[in-house]
């Protein structure tokens, strides 16, 4: 009995994670979610306060919509909110209705009558209800429109991100939207950006992002799922490094056979023969000797023909970078690094770092459809006199 009892209480987390996964995932598709998020704001805007999920779920199933987001979506009508929704409804209620705007006076409101009051807002509530539901579902299309047009790509985000449904909701919503939101990896996926064959070695690779988006990638070219022309950059070995324990086990359960991830400080480990490195939004995390000494660790390990890609702020890029420091701050506090220190440079500094270690820059901003300043950083060892750029033997 005890075992059938322990059997059943580690199965509960399973089912509760497929209930969720069911929730959120359940009426996809641009019509669909903005169809969901102004059905959302209409029902929140109802003056029928306690019965907002039921009319959610109900109208939800109705109409076959992802009831989380419709549910979410009512939450317009929350207590900083609300005040002002129900102030408007009872004005627009009261002039329809009676020609003229309610004093809120409590006298006139005695003398009107509650009754009355409450038709004027719930008369009001319909109106309101329309226009905000109309904004907002079209705001959601023309968002989700924008964002899913490359269906390949979106595609492929989801399944990269399903990877992470075993470790927790939390972990699957965030490789959702970092993978969707962040423009670095369709770039790195589709722009060109990578020279494929060898050891691809990504320095600081969290949860494995992109590792795993390269992966689903592969998978797509092999078996002739994969429409665009190039191909998507293929390694015969990918590695990532992460200092943080957890992170690293987590990632290494995503991506299985598929990459090898390493535990360890990429400050102190050596690296041999790798034939691209990654480095996204990494060295600002360090000292500048740091900095220079890690470059110069990566230079050393890079076959011929090998380059270095980073993703860096640039400093000199006024409130765009301010954004960027309160984004990083923010992330430190909560992750409870309350005395973590960042070192940004400008672009013309990080030109100069580079060059100082005898490495060629392309550079491309990489904030698009975002408020940051980041830049990407195309990194290949100049050629000496003999046109020879060999760095590095196969790593161990």
Known sequence: MTAWRRDRSQQFPERLRR?????????????????????????GCLPVYGF????????GSLFRLNRLKVYLAANISNPFVAPWLIFAELQIGARLRRGSFQSLAPQTIRTTGFGVVGVDVLVGSLVVGLVL????????????????DDVAFVDLVRRASDRYVGRSITAWEFARGKLRGDPIYRAVLYGGLLPSGGTL?????GQGLMLALLAEARR?????AWASSPGPPRFDRMIGVEIRARVAAAAQVALGTDAEIVHGDART???????????????????????????????????RGGMVLVREA???????????RIGNRMKAWAFGAWRQRFHFRTRAEWLACFAQHGLCADVRPMGTGTPFANLLFSLRVKADDSGSTDRGTPPA
Do not use: K, N
């Not at 070695?201 to 690779?205: A, E, L, S, T």
């Open 220 to 224: 797509d070219a092999d078996s002739g």
């Open 52 to 59: 907002h999920l039921l009319l959610c779920w109900l109208f």
């Open 133 to 148: 539901a109309v904004v907002a579902a079209s705001a959601t299309y023309a968002l989700l429109r924008t964002s899913s």
């Open 269 to 303: 480990r050596a690296m041999r023969g790798a034939h691209v490195v990654l480095l996204f939004d990494v060295l600002h995390m360090m000292a500048p000797g740091e900095q220079d000494a890690m470059i110069e660790s990566l230079v050393s390990a890079l076959t």
């Open 19 to 43: 209930v969720v996964q069911g929730l959120r995932t359940e009426g996809t598709g641009s019509g669909r979610e903005a169809a969901a998020i102004g059905l959302g704001v209409f029902l």
């Open 201 to 205: 070695v990504d320095v600081g690779c």
């Open 314 to 324: 640039d400093a000199s890029a006024g409130w765009r970078f301010v954004a960027i």
